[in-house]
């Protein structure tokens, strides 16, 4: 078991059978820092040199300490953790400006809620926005204490005693990080006012296929989109213009992509494909249209099927906007996590459906032909339980009318039960992920 140094009540070190080490005695945020060597294998063979670790607990010492107070608030850390971000404020020499002599400590009239995040992002790496705290404000404080991404990628490797040998994980030129940039230009809008652009640039686009898509099924206009209009020509140049953005923004998305394993992962690469692949298949097969085969109708009916599928997969493109809306990311998050409670619900509304639709085939099909079949009255019984009614199909007989009544009020009675959970569940979820975000 690795051990790990901790400040006891009287000031000295102890070794502790966990780490990382919070003292209930000393401000929150405080993290020992160990550093371990296993003869060159990092740790990788804990069964190596027979079985006894090597692993040398390295004890932090008062010089490597740093006291920050923000409003009134004592935190304590190490400088070395600090100094791993070195474009940071903190991790810079410009935070000697804020030293002052009489707290012995560097002080800062800032928001402690969002200083606490900032520094968590000194310990592990990671940013967590509180939920206390809006938006701005937090970007203020990240602003101000100059905590930016691309201080991640200037990450030193400095650990306890091993300061000499500190080197920048990765070059500005490196193929990596420019593949990571343009990554996050594609993905995250809020990175540069380009990337804002981008970002308006595709919902724009969107917004014109839809449209597109639309006006072809509109009777006044949808001639236009036939051959020979004087139109054609102008609407065919936008459609591809259109789709030109969609494969290029794609395209770069695949090459920049973290694994190509898992960009096939991602729900949202697979609907930009289904977006764009309906218009190079039509493409492909009114260029096929003229080809030589014995049996010219059976060749067309053919093609007919192929773009009637085709323009059924054009409507994956409405999905495209969920790319560009966090709440509707995080609103499918929230589903995914409360399935267990969407398949009570589907299971209750399938026992019922079932149920009370045979029990009104079996009332009503000799008197009532709306009654024929098992399936018309689980149509009838899906309809009346979740209380939508079309009234295409109603019972006749007074012993349907009664069994219809006891339907529709066991329906809202047993309907609302799992409700209640899955609105519970999506609260809690919600608040957990936005906290996240």
Known sequence: MK??????PDRTCKVSETCPTRKPDLPTNFWCRITSKNNGDDGANPNANGGKSNAVPIQTTSADLCYINVSGK???????????????????????????????????????????????????????????????????????????MKARAQETAVSVGDTADAAPICCDGDWRTTRKRVHRFLM??????????????????ICISITLLVMETDGNVKNAFKEGHAAYNYLFG??????????????????????????????????????????YVSLI?????????????????????????????RI???????????DLIMIIKVVGHAKKELCLLVLLLFIFSVSFGSLMYYIEHQSNDQFSTIMQGCWWAIVTITTIG?????????????????????????????????????????EKEKGKE
């Not at 009239?109 to 926005?129: K, M």
């Not at 509180?130 to 602003?143: C, G, H, M, Q, W």
């Not at 923004?249 to 694994?259: C, E, H, K, N």
């Not at 219809?404 to 039960?417: E, K, P, R």
Request: glycine share 4%; hydrophobic share 45%.
């Open 316 to 326: 994956v493109r409405v999905f495209k906007f969920i790319r560009h809306s966090q």
């Open 390 to 430: 079309y009234g295409d199909i109603a019972p006749a007989t007074w012993l349907g009318k009664v069994v219809g009544s006891l339907v529709l009020t066991m329906g809202i009675v047993f309907l609302a039960l799992p409700m209640t959970i899955i609105v519970g569940k999506f609260s809690t979820v919600y």
């Open 74 to 148: 004592q935190y304590i850390t190490t400088h070395s953790c600090l100094q791993q971000y070195p474009l940071t404020l903190l991790g810079s020499p410009d935070k000697e400006l804020y030293w002052i002599p009489e707290l012995k400590s560097y002080y800062f009239n800032r928001n402690r809620d969002c200083f606490e995040s900032i520094l968590t992002f000194y310990q592990t790496g990671r940013e967590f926005r509180p939920l206390s705290v809006d938006d701005e404000i937090y970007e203020a404080e990240r602003k101000f204490f100059r905590i930016e």
């Open 188 to 205: 995250d809008p809020r990175c540069s006012r380009w990337a804002t652009a981008w970002h308006i640039l595709d919902i724009v686009f």
């Open 238 to 279: 936008l459609n591809v213009l259109v789709i030109a953005f969609f494969t290029t923004d794609l395209l770069i998305r695949f090459v920049t992509w973290p694994g190509l394993l898992n960009f096939w992962k991602n729900l949202f690469n697979i609907l930009d494909i289904l977006s764009i692949l309906p218009f």
């Open 3 to 8: 051990k790990s140094w901790r400040i006891s």
């Open 285 to 313: 097969a009114e260029a096929f249209e003229d080809d030589n085969t014995n049996n010219p109708t059976e060749h067309e009916h053919k093609s007919y099927v192929v773009l009637r599928v085709c323009r059924i997969f």
